[in-house]
């Protein structure tokens, strides 16, 4: 023990003695220009600090999807109110609500979503307006019944309010999670397709427009994977936290490419039509580092995709593809240690969404093993961060580089 500890002690100082040789060593001016990299390092982090946005009461303690009204610039946010006593098939404390914000944080209560006979339950997360004017959401009931009872749900809509009128669209799906309305088509990310021979596996769903609008009954999908309308399937890889969950979030940019990624594993992968209306899938995004995707969201300003990292409280990031590239840039924006959420730090941030400049982020709260937010608990938050700084630094340089591709040309 003794003998252990003097070991110790000895390459404690040894070690000791060569860093401050090192130190010496080393060039003043070096020194003082990596002192000031870090403190820039530092300012650029504590400029993308999260705030907080609106602190929820406990019957809407759950936060998840996020749409903007782009004709009224208000946020609808569903609140699947998956905490509470549910567990083990008893019903929920709160049913699920649809809610809308103001860009300030000013918050209202617009339905209780009706519960589906069979579970008793309703799990009301992604949502997006769709060509009628009306809201198009997921129905996750995975989480009280794994035999494909998740659901697409129209919520009739009438001058930016529910008219009360809540009526499935599609039905068997397995965990209904993001849903994006493009180019007249419904796209649904299914995170749990549970199908033999896999760890893990999720997919896409796509629907044409007039399926959806034109119908007269539910759209009943096969089960199993079976399904035509199930376009994408991408596995999950198994790793440290052993979390199956595949596609998750999912975005478009304004070149139509689709965007999702994996909740399990964080992977990234980009979705293009092609001329012959066949749907193809390409990987681009695969680093040990980022192991989580929820919601993301694509912003033409900033020409970033924001990833909403539940695992490490984050918001990072990634560039768009462009042209025939394959693989993306990405980074962090901001993370934080586990937290209740108090003055707007990130507890397992799930969505987000951008307006004039603010990301609004909803925080899920409703942990996994492995995440870095360790239990649900109260305030019940949503966070903004000012993201103009992002913003303005990529305009300018996009600026900077076509005023060179004009120089060269002239
Ligand atoms: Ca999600
Ligand atoms: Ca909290
Ligand atoms: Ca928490």
Redesign the pocket.
């Known amino acids: 023990m003794k003998k252990r500890t003097l070991t110790i002690v000895m390459v404690t100082i040894l070690a000791t003695a060569a860093m401050s040789v090192s130190a010496q060593d080393q060039p003043r001016r070096q020194r003082a220009r990596q002192n000031a990299g870090q403190n820039a390092g530092q300012r650029n982090r504590e400029q993308f600090k999260p705030k907080l946005f609106a602190e929820l009461p406990e019957w809407c303690h759950n936060p998840d999807g996020l749409t903007v009204d782009e004709k009224t610039g208000k946020i609808y946010m569903n609140n699947p109110n998956f905490n509470g006593p549910a567990a083990g098939g008893k019903k929920k404390d709160f049913p699920a609500t649809l809610n809308v914000f103001d860009k300030d944080g000013k918050f209202e209560k617009l339905l209780e979503y009706p519960p589906l006979e069979e579970t008793g339950q309703t799990g009301a997360m992604g949502l997006d307006f769709g060509p009628d004017g009306n809201l198009y959401v997921c129905d996750n009931q995975y989480f009280y019944n794994k035999d494909h009872k998740s659901r697409i749900l129209k919520v009739e809509m009438k001058d930016g309010k529910p008219t009360g009128n809540v009526t499935p669209v599609v039905v068997g799906l397995k965990l209904a999670n993001a849903i994006l309305w493009h180019n007249n088509e419904l796209w649904v990310t299914d995170s749990c397709l549970d199908l033999d021979g896999y760890f893990g596996i999720g997919g896409l769903w796509r629907f044409k427009g007039d399926e959806i609008l034109k119908q007269t009954e539910p759209l009943k999908v096969l089960p199993n994977g079976q399904d035509k309308h199930l376009v994408v399937k991408e596995a999950v890889k198994k790793i440290g936290r052993e979390d199956s969950t595949g596609a998750d979030g999912m975005t478009v940019d304004n070149n139509g490419v689709i965007y999702f990624g994996n909740f399990g594993d964080g992977v990234m992968y980009a979705v293009t039509v092609d001329a012959d209306d066949s749907v193809k899938c390409v990987k681009i995004l695969d680093d040990e580092r980022y192991q989580c995707c929820d919601g993301i969201f694509f912003d033409p300003i900033s020409k970033r995709i924001f990833i909403n990292d539940s695992k490490e409280n984050a918001i990072r990031w990634i560039t768009p593809l462009q042209g025939t590239q394959t693989q993306v840039r990405s980074g962090v924006l901001w993370s934080n240690d586990?937290?209740?959420?108090t003055d707007g730090l990130l507890?397992?941030p799930c969505e987000c969404v951008i307006l004039d400049g603010k990301m609004i982020i909803a925080n899920f709260?409703y942990?996994f093993p492995g995440l870095k937010?360790?239990?649900?608990?109260a305030p019940h938050t949503m966070s903004v961060i000012d993201i103009t700084p992002l913003q303005r630094r990529v305009q300018q340089q996009a600026g900077q580089q076509r005023q060179g591709r004009d120089n060269a040309n002239n």
């Not at 586990?338 to 959420?341: A, K, L, M, V």
């Not at 937010?373 to 608990?377: A, L, P, Y």
């Open positions: 586990d937290t209740d959420g507890d397992q709260d942990t937010n360790v239990k649900f608990d």
